[in-house]
Each structure stands twice: as C-alpha cells, then as structure tokens.
C-alpha cells in the first residue's frame, strides 16, 4: 500500500494541529447558554469523513448528537464526480432538526453537489442554525465559490486518497493525505492493496 504513494500532500501531524484550531472556531460560533455552548448535532457524510469525524469531535467538549448521512458521488475506480445521491437506507436524520444547532461534517469539497444535496435536506427539517466544516476543499472554481463555513486545508485539483478519502475503497486507513501513483489510478489491481504489516 506505501508504494502506491505519490506524493504526501498533508501529513498526519498538520492535520491534527488543524482540526484542533478549527474545533476552537467551531465552538466558538456556537451560541452561548447559562450552561455553555448550545448542543450541536454533527451530521457527517459518509463513509469519507469518518476518520476527521473522529477526530474532530473528540475536540468538541460540547453536548452532541450524531445522524449520519450516507451519500455516494465517485462509485468504484471513478475519479471525478458522477453525480451525488442520498443512499436511503444508510441515513438516519429525523423527520425534523427543530430547534437544533448542525454542523454538516464532510472530507472534501469538490464540485458541491455533495454538500448541495445534504444542506437541502437539512435545511427542510428547519434546524436554528446550519453549518458546514470540509477537511478539504479543491481549488478549483466550483469548489472556491461555494459557501461553506470550516475548511481545514485547499489543496490543489487533484484526486486524493487517506484520512478517510479512498480509491475503489481502498486506502481510506492511511494516515497522511496523499496523491497515488498514476500507475495505480485508471488500473485495473492486478497487485491488490494489501494492508502493509
Ligand atoms: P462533490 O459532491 O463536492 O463533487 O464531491 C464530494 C465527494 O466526492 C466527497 O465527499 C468525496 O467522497 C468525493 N471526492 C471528491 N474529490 C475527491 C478526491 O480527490 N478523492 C477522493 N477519494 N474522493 C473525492
Ligand atoms: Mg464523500
């Protein structure tokens, strides 16, 4: 799996001093009660989110709710976007968000129709507020010029695997941020990625 690395765009230690600054901006946007910041209810995307997800709400000391979202865009060995969709039977958000503070959690932002998808749905359930936070965001102009609240790095257009971000479903347990070798993208796995030891 470590020699279908190309590059190393964002290691693991400047992802973890990231998502600790943005947790403090995150916390400090919510607004204050006579016990602390209001609940936040994080609705993640899945599955590319989970490892930021993880880390990001363990430095969220607030009283949360978690519904999950499932929404698939880049099926199998695709390398672009095919269109989002929600995947019914993996979501769990309730009929209404009345009164709660959300905070949409998502790896990267790429054309928007993701995040597009999701805060239409959300915004149905008449949340009091709603936010969205990316790991990342691509720069490109669809991806710059849509609103969104949290990111923690721009990179440039170009397809990413680890921390959560896969290829056919691989790779999403590699620690860094990384580019593949353009031998291993578009190919069919003849040598199959095999966890390293
Ligand atoms: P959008 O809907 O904004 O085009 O894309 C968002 C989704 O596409 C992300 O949640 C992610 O699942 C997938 N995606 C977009 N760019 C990349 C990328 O560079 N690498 C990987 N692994 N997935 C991506
Ligand atoms: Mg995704």
Do not use: W
């Amino acid at each position: 799996m470590q020699g279908d690395i190309d590059q190393v765009l964002i290691n693991r230690h400047a992802i973890a001093r990231r998502i600790h600054m943005l947790a403090g901006a995150i916390i400090d946007d919510l607004p204050p009660t006579d016990h602390g910041p209001a609940p936040l209810t994080i609705v993640p995307i899945l599955t590319g989110s989970v490892i930021f997800l993880a880390d990001l709400i363990r430095q969220l000391p607030v009283h949360m709710q978690i519904h999950l979202v499932s929404v698939t865009s880049y099926p199998g060995t695709a390398t672009t976007s095919q269109g989002a969709a929600i995947r019914q039977g993996l979501t769990d958000l309730p009929d209404s968000l009345a009164g709660e503070h959300v905070l949409v959690v998502d790896d990267i932002l790429d054309s928007g129709n993701t995040l597009r998808l999701v805060t239409a749905e959300l915004t149905d359930r008449r949340p009091a507020s709603l936010r969205t936070c990316v790991l990342l965001r691509k720069q490109r102009p669809e991806a710059m010029s849509f609103n969104v609240d949290y990111v923690a790095f721009d990179i440039p257009d170009q397809f990413v695997v680890g921390y959560g971000l896969d290829y056919d479903d691989y790779y999403r347990n590699l620690p860094d941020i990384v580019t593949l070798r353009p031998s291993v993208i578009g190919h069919e796995h003849s040598d199959q990625p095999t966890p390293s030891p």
